[in-house]
Nanobody, 127 residues
Framework: QVQLVESGGGLVQAGGSLRLSCTAS????????MGWFRQAPGKEREFVAA????????YYADSVKGRFTISRDNAKNTVYLQMSSLKPEDTAVYYC????????????????????WGQGTQVTVSS
């Protein structure tokens, strides 16, 4: 089992930055793709970014490409999401998630690929 705890959300003005962290329990973190998703009120949960289990490959939604950076520290069982140039439309609850499979190099953008989810952290960007 993998348990995930996010932190780092908050209120920020448009154009500002935040860094989200997600720390995992268990011994399989380093073998799993990790993803960040977000869900705004009244909308479906959507893919934001993912990091392969090695950290060597990263993937981003078009809406955040060039502004957000995902990284991971396998020694600390932690994945990060550095968010810059934030916009009001980035306002959402952000969730980190761990791939249901180990050593997966396939799909990463669907919620169906992830079995383990954190509780979410609120990010609010004011205009």
């Amino acid at each position: 089992q993998v348990q995930l705890v996010e932190s780092g959300g908050g209120l920020v003005q448009a154009g500002g930055s935040l860094r989200l962290s997600c720390t995992a329990s268990g011994r399989t973190f380093s073998s799993r793709t990790m993803g960040w998703f977000r869900q705004a009120p009244g909308k479906e949960r959507e893919f934001v970014a993912a990091s392969s289990w090695t950290g060597g490959s990263t993937y981003y939604a078009d809406s955040v490409k060039g502004r957000f950076t995902i990284s991971r520290d396998n020694a600390k069982n932690t994945v990060y999401l550095q968010m810059s140039s934030l916009k009001p439309e980035d306002t959402a609850v952000y969730y980190c998630a761990a791939d249901r499979r180990q050593y997966n190099s396939g799909s990463y953008y669907s919620t169906r690929e992830y079995d383990y989810w954190g509780q979410g952290t609120q990010v609010t960007v004011s205009s």
